[in-house]
């Protein structure tokens, strides 16, 4: 996708709901995943010759193994509430991104093949063949949704066009129809145990970079331990947390956090990484693989909890289906949470006064908080409804002098996916990363014009990556985006509880 | 016994099955599906009895609906609300002697009518004219609502133009449910409305009708956030369990 292609969106006051605009994206597809990687992860190399045939029966099969599935396919009742909710249609008024048409894209076939008013209506119902036209729309529209989720929290039933993103994508594997980068990510985590394809001799070199760099600004030996067997804590990051910008920043913050708190922990080299892109896939085979990293990491480095690092999807994989894809946990010490968020476990040290915090630090900022939609949508926090919302405001608080919520309607529960989750975080899907971005950048322009907010923290190394590269785009300063314990690592007075 | 009651008769025993059956198997399919993983719609209530409780309030209250699209909740509320007062008052078809508070409601019934075919309208308005909406309406959409807002509307008929003997209507249902058939009063208007009534039953299970007994099981509303003390757990579990070196 060339630059020149790029819609660059204008930043106003509101957030206007668009017009239709018939195939806004229509030509923005994902790449296809080629024959070896598919072979790698066990689907068929290329479409294969009876696609159709096939396609069905895995949507049947599909059908019989969640509920949810067949539930949402089933009673949408079509009354629009969801239409204009979704970042990707607000952002480009493309009407197959209206959470209800994208599920219709499914629904179309699931009625032909699967419901008597398809099979004798089905001009009626609006059911249709799968055609191969309709398999490329598939193809296009369902590498169009981040899985945020944030439909369903405004359907009236719920209905979660995640559930249905992920079958179709599932089915569209299984007759050889990959899309490259999330497929590309799965096997990299297979095979070196982590998504950006860092080795173990590169993880240790950059731990123990860190370390050096942290000894000499601070004067304090900080550990980043890999593989320490023995040691209290598994830190499972996301492997950004190593590698970028901002995201390593964070990693230093729980560094500084561990070292205060005196808690022994240790990165795996086995599981160098918190995300699990099997999710987006639909694929429970893969995530079981993915999941699974983990606990034997675990039980191998005899760690007695298990914290998770900044990272959206990675803590819903970990908190809604750690324990059931891979459970039990009941090796680990059941006083503490498992898994635990990392930021369950900071807020956990401020209330118990083991953390010395100075805000002033961070007085060169006014921050806001971008509600990643995993954790706010699809996970919890704390013990409590609305933990995932109270509990990063508050250790920014304790941060920060200077804090500033954006619009209620586009923060908590309500918030915008950052553009770039569910397998979108890719170059040639630019065009939908900007527009699925635009209502977060509206609502964050309307903070720092009327609040003066200069930075914006995120606890999801998707989220970072993405505002990273989508702020240039629309002239605003990328390093306007900072990781959670960024803040943290600022504000903690090294020394002072020693 | 005319032949139109003959047929009106055996119409409504089949329109009878084919909801009760269609329904029950339904909720049955939907029951004995398995849900492997926990996909509340975050964030959920902590306890079982606290997603019971929110499963409540979506019936009840429409509360999702409310916070997405006020136009929308206000009709579908309108229609919902007004359709129960007018099953109940129309229990009184079914009943002898009719129950004290059904027949104290009774006089609304008209009025309650009236409030279904406006909230229906505006439902119908929205889809023809609010672009999204109508983009993701299909022909069933539009011909549903004109199925109602008929029913609805030959049901006012009897009322305000021409006077159906609802004795003899009763005498009929009563009749249909003891066996013992009673003629049918051969009105226009009262042909046109259970005509559409049995329509309506027999399509009932086999359409977007069905969110009825939908929303009960949609796993975005009905779980509890237990995900990290309770184990949700699928008939393939122990083979993926078994899978582990650990
Ligand atoms: S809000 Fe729910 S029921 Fe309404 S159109 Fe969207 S998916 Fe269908
Ligand atoms: S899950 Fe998110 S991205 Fe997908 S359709 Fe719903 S709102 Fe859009
Ligand atoms: S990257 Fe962040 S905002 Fe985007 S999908 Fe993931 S959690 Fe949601």
Redesign the interface.
């Known amino acids: 996708m060339a630059e020149q292609d790029l819609i660059i969106p204008e930043l106003g006051e509101h957030l206007p709901t668009p ?2 605009a018939e195939d806004a994206l229509a030509d923005v597809r994902s790449y296809p995943a080629k024959p070896q990687l598919q072979e790698a992860l066990g689907f068929p190399t290329e479409l294969v010759e009876d696609w159709e045939e096939k396609a069905i029966a895995k949507m049947g099969e599909l059908l ?5 599935l ?3 396919l ?12 979704c970042q990707f249609f607000l952002g480009s008024g493309d ?1 197959k991104n ?1 959470p ?2 994208r599920q ?1 894209l499914l629904r179309q076939v699931y009625r032909k093949h699967f ?3 398809g099979k004798y ?1 089905p ?4 059911a249709k063949p799968l055609t191969r036209e309709m398999l490329d729309e598939w193809f296009t529209y369902y590498h169009q949704c981040s899985q945020c ?1 944030r439909c ?9 066009t995640a ?1 249905i993103s992920m079958a179709a994508r599932e089915i569209m594997d299984s007759i050889g129809m990959g899309q490259k980068y999330t497929n590309e990510v799965v096997l990299k985590c297979h095979q070196i145990g982590n998504n950006l394809g860092i080795p173990e001799a590169a993880l240790r070199n950059i731990c123990e970079g860190v370390e050096e760099d942290l000894e000499e600004e601070t004067g304090v030996s900080i550990r980043v331990p890999v593989n320490e067997a023995g040691a209290d804590v598994l830190l499972v990051a996301p492997s950004a947390d190593f590698f970028a910008e901002p995201h390593i920043d964070g990693l230093i913050g729980y560094a500084k956090v561990f070292h205060q708190a005196g808690i022994s922990w240790t990165v795996s080299s086995h599981a160098s990484e918190a995300g699990n892109f099997a999710m987006y896939l639909g694929s ?1 085979e893969h995530m ?1 693989k993915v999941s ?1 990293r983990i ?2 990491a675990a ?2 480095l005899k760690v007695k909890r298990v914290v998770m690092g900044e990272c959206g999807h990675a803590w819903r994989a970990a ?3 750690l ?6 946990w009941d090796f680990l010490d059941p006083n503490y ?3 635990q968020h990392i930021c369950e476990f900071t807020q956990d040290l401020i209330e118990r006064g083991g953390l010395a915090l100075d805000p002033t630090a961070n007085d060169h900022m006014t921050v806001t908080f971008h509600d990643s939609c995993n954790p ?5 926090m704390g ?4 933990g ?2 109270e509990i990063p405001r508050s250790i920014i608080r304790a941060c920060c002098n200077k804090y500033v919520d954006m619009h209620p309607d586009f923060i908590r ?1 309500k918030t915008f996916c950052c553009g770039g989750g569910g397998g979108l975080l890719t170059e040639e899907l630019m065009p939908v990363r900007i527009a699925g971005a635009t209502p977060r950048l509206q609502a964050l322009k309307q903070v720092m014009d009327n609040d003066g907010v200069t930075h914006m923290a995120a606890i999801c190394a998707i989220c970072k990556s993405q505002f990273t590269a989508i702020l240039p785009k629309v002239d605003m300063d990328p390093d306007m985006i900072v990781s959670l314990h960024q803040l943290v690592s600022n504000a903690i007075q090294l020394g002072a509880k020693d | 016994m005319t032949f139109l009651t003959v047929v009106y008769a055996i119409l409504f025993y089949v329109a009878t099955i084919v909801l009760i059956g269609g329904l029950a198997y339904r909720v049955w ?2 029951f004995k ?14 306890t079982r009895s606290g997603a019971a409780l929110r499963v409540a309030r ?1 019936i009840v209250f ?1 509360e ?2 409310f ?3 006020k136009w ?1 909740w206000i009709f ?1 509320a309108l229609f919902h609300a007004s359709l129960l007062v007018v099953l109940i008052t129309h229990l009184r078809y079914f009943m002898e002697p009719v129950w004290g508070w059904v027949a104290l409601i009774q006089p609304i019934e008209p009025y309650a009518s009236l409030a279904m075919v406006a909230g229906l309208g505006g ?1 119908w308005v ?2 023809l004219f ?4 109508r ?7 539009h ?1 549903m609502l004109a199925l109602l807002i008929a029913i609805a509307l030959a049901g006012l008929a009897m009322k305000f133009v021409s006077h159906t003997d609802i004795i003899m209507v009763k005498a009929f249902y009563l009749g249909l449910m003891r066996f013992d058939w009673q003629p049918l009063p051969a009105d226009f208007f009262l042909l046109v409305h259970l005509l559409l009534v049995a329509v309506l039953m027999i399509v009932l299970p ?6 009825l007994p ?2 009960f ?5 009905n779980q509890a ?1 237990d ?2 003390e ?5 008939s ?2 122990a083979a ?2 078994a ?4």
């Open positions: 017009d239709i019989e193994k969640y509920r949810s067949r539930l949402y089933d009673i949408c009742v079509k009354c629009g509430a969801c239409t204009d909710k009407p209206m209800v048409a219709d419901t008597a008013g209506a001009d009626l119902v609006g989720r369903s929290l405004f359907c009236p039933y719920g209905i979660d559930e429970y079981h699974t606990r034997t039980i191998d908190y809604s289906f324990n059931t894809i891979c459970g039990p949470p498992i898994p706010a949508r699809a996970a919890g013990g409590y409804p609305g995932q919302f529960e | 399919s939907y599906l398995p849900v492997p993983l926990k996909v509340f719609t975050a964030p959920a209530p902590r979506e429409f999702s609906l916070l997405s699209n929308i579908s439902l929205r889809r609010e672009p999204r909406t983009y993701v309406s299909g022909v069933s959409d011909l086999f359409s977007k009708l069905l969110h939908g929303v099981f949609s796993p975005a509303i956030d995900a990290r309770r184990r949700q757990l699928a393939w579990n993926f369990d899978l582990r070196e650990k």
